[in-house]
């Protein structure tokens, strides 16, 4: 179980260090949503629209660092992932992707917001889907300009 959050939760990093908005949402349950839509759809751009300010503008700086530092653009680093998953001998993911997302809870204090989703996250490796069940518990924060971000993510008891 630890080791399927783990996975979850390194996916969910991973897909934030690849790279149109979350935009000014109204209820943070819909902050949370799109940004597991766009994890589905790889879309790594709406992705960290959806997360803290602070940390999409880290996220931004460290793509640009890397882009610099490595002269190549972060799509081309990232389209050589699949040969590393040959390299490391098929113990990278072919696939991930999210299904059946459904909020179950969602309490907010004011600024702050804790949304509970239950979803099924498949992980395909050499040809075979691997479904687990998760629950997550998503910490979110109201800004005045930009709406409720993801600010945490974590496994929900």
Do not use: Y
Not at 34 to 56: G, H, S, W, Y
Not at 63 to 84: A, C, K, Q, T
Request: glycine fraction near 4%.
């Amino acid at each position: 179980m630890r080791l399927r959050v783990v996975l979850t939760s390194s996916v969910v990093a991973s897909a934030l260090l690849l790279a149109s908005a979350c935009g000014v949402e109204s209820r943070p349950e819909r902050s949370v949503v799109r940004f597991l839509q766009a994890l589905n759809d790889k879309d790594v751009n709406v992705m960290i629209t959806c997360v803290d300010p602070r940390q999409e503008r880290m996220l931004r700086a460290g793509f640009r660092i890397v882009e610099n530092i490595s002269r190549l653009p972060l799509r081309d680093m990232f389209e050589m992932l699949p040969g590393l998953n040959q390299i490391f001998e098929d113990q990278i993911p072919e696939d991930f992707h999210l299904s059946d997302i459904r909020v179950t809870d969602r309490t907010v204090h004011g600024e702050v917001a804790e949304v509970i989703v239950s979803l099924t996250s498949h992980v395909r490796s050499k040809g075979i889907d691997q479904p687990h069940q998760e629950k997550l518990q998503f910490q979110l924060r109201k800004f005045e300009r930009v709406g409720w971000r993801i600010a945490g993510i974590h496994p929900a008891s």
